[in-house]
């Protein structure tokens, strides 16, 4: 029940951070620290409309209805932002998921992204695709993906686990620029030798990446909430681990 | 009305009346965050429906074009309707649907996590060749010391792989999943706030 407590005590305090930095950066835009992986996102569906490849994103296996499932959200969050530049371009990206929530939240999301644009006539239902439920199988059909279509660039965002590094395997073979990130540590583990720092996402910059892309006060507000909520969770451990040492408490 | 404020609204409700059902797990309110969960799985399954057929359409259309892949797409679209025959005949625990998954899909998926191994060491040393940088090898050094610490009678090995196992390893992981937990939550109070909106028009 106390472990209940300080998680409803947490989401408060997340809630109303989030509504007072909202107000705050509504009109001023925060200074963040830069995350290159963010400019190279836009700069790749630029590049790719004035060269004409197409660029695949991987959405990865982890369900709406599951526990990375916000991770999933962050991720669709990013991609619509991505698709809005992508749609009004008419490069299209191909994108692929293995679960079947994110392929229907995901396809739905790319098809908005035209109707914003009034070129709804020009969405094709084969952009995006469900490959296969299993994580592996996922990775390795992605990765033969890879090698079967003209891919110009590859970008990795969602829950990926070890298995990733086949579809990295594949885009390093065939010499298509990589970027992305997961949340998940077995992910990053096998990310981290793959792609530079300059194009990786780590653990919790993954949910700066609707921030940084569609610069919107809402998203802005969600990374000062953490921030103010990263320092109250410091606080608290470095206080407790006094007063464990003082032996006020513990046992 | 139909495209944004109806879908907000019930993702909204079903969001607080899930998060209240978690925090204070009572009667009611758990009741309901059951019942909600269980709604949320049962559209699930009309997903997998969906996924299944455009997975179907997608891999037809690339074996009627008969380009590069078309033999993918021919075994791609057989394992499915045989999966799917299997299953629908016998059911999920059915004899034939038992050994079709442990003849052909179980050695399949071994395999293939196999070739992951082998892809991590290969991405390993591609990294080793291309980037030189003291992240590389620090990264490269905690791999081999706890590769080498977990074969057994490696003395010394074996307390230094089990010491960064337990201690920056596992510090660094905590800090890893507090960041992420942390994203977790915003992203999930974005949605109750309806500032962002996933599944609706905005």
Redesign the interface.
């Known amino acids: 029940m106390l472990a209940?407590?300080i998680?409803?005590a947490?989401?408060l305090i997340?809630?109303v951070a989030?509504?007072v930095y909202?107000l705050r950066y509504r009109n001023r835009q925060p200074a963040w620290r830069a995350f290159p992986v963010f400019t190279g996102l836009s700069e790749e569906v630029g590049r790719s409309a004035e060269e004409g490849s197409v660029i695949h994103i991987a959405l990865g296996n982890a369900?709406?209805?599951g526990e990375n499932a916000?991770?999933s959200?962050?991720a669709?969050?990013a991609l619509?932002a991505l698709s809005d530049l992508a749609a009004a371009y008419d490069t299209p990206p191909i994108i692929t998921t293995g679960d079947?929530?994110l392929?229907?939240?995901a396809d739905?999301?790319m098809r908005?992204s035209y109707a914003?644009l009034g070129n709804l006539r020009r969405y094709r239902?084969?952009l995006v695709?469900?490959?296969a439920a299993?994580p592996?199988?996922y990775?390795?059909?992605t990765a033969?993906?890879l090698y079967?279509?003209g891919i110009g660039a590859n970008i990795i965002l969602g829950a990926f686990d070890?298995?990733v590094?086949?579809i990295?395997?594949a885009a390093?073979r065939r010499g298509i620029y990589t970027m992305g990130g997961t949340?998940l540590?077995s992910g990053?583990g096998?990310l981290?030798?793959?792609l530079?720092?300059k194009q990786l996402l780590?653990?919790?910059e993954?949910?700066a990446a609707?921030a940084e892309i569609s610069q919107q006060s809402?998203?802005q507000?969600?990374?000062g909430?953490?921030d103010l909520?990263?320092w109250l969770?410091m606080g608290s451990i470095v206080l407790i681990g006094i007063l464990s040492i003082l032996g006020i408490v513990g046992g | 009305m139909f495209k944004r404020i109806l879908p907000t609204f019930f993702a909204v409700l079903a969001g607080l009346l899930v998060?209240l059902g978690?925090?204070?797990?009572f009667s009611p309110l758990n009741t309901i965050r059951f019942f909600i969960?269980e709604w949320?799985?049962i559209?699930?399954v009309f997903?997998?429906i969906?996924?299944?057929l455009?997975?179907l359409?997608?891999h037809l259309?690339r074996l009627g074009r008969f380009r590069?892949?078309a033999i993918?797409s021919l075994l791609?679209i057989a394992s499915a309707i045989i999966s799917f025959a299997l299953v629908l005949w016998q059911g999920a625990g059915g004899e034939w649907t038992r050994q079709f998954v442990s003849a052909v899909i179980i050695p399949?998926?071994t395999a293939?996590?196999a070739?992951?191994a082998i892809?991590?060491i290969?991405?390993?040393m591609?990294?080793l060749r291309k980037?030189r940088t003291f992240?590389?090898f620090l990264?490269l050094t905690v791999v081999i010391l706890t590769l080498l610490g977990a074969v057994p009678y490696m003395g010394i090995l074996e307390d230094i792989a089990n010491w960064i196992q337990f201690v920056p390893a596992l510090a660094g992981?905590r800090g890893?999943?507090?960041?992420?937990a942390?994203?977790?939550?915003?992203?999930?109070?974005?949605?109750?706030?309806m500032?962002?909106h996933?599944?609706s028009?905005?």
């Open positions: 209940n407590l998680a409803l947490i989401t997340g809630a989030l509504v909202g369900s709406l209805i916000m991770t959200v962050a669709l969050e619509s079947p929530t392929y229907l939240l739905d999301g908005r914003r239902r084969s695709q469900y490959i299993d592996t199988t990775a390795a059909m033969t993906y079967d279509v070890e298995e590094s086949l990295t395997e390093a949340p540590a990053l096998a981290y030798p793959a530079k720092p780590m653990g919790e993954f949910f609707g809402t998203y507000a969600s990374l909430g953490q909520l990263r969770i | 998060l978690t925090f204070i797990p969960i949320a799985k559209v699930a997903a997998v969906l996924a299944f455009q997975l359409r997608i259309a590069k892949g993918t791609v399949g998926q293939l996590l070739l992951t892809t991590l290969m991405a390993g591609r990294m980037r992240g590389s990264f992981m890893l999943v507090l960041g992420v942390l994203g977790t939550i915003f992203t999930s109070l974005r949605i109750i706030f500032t962002s996933p599944h028009d905005d």
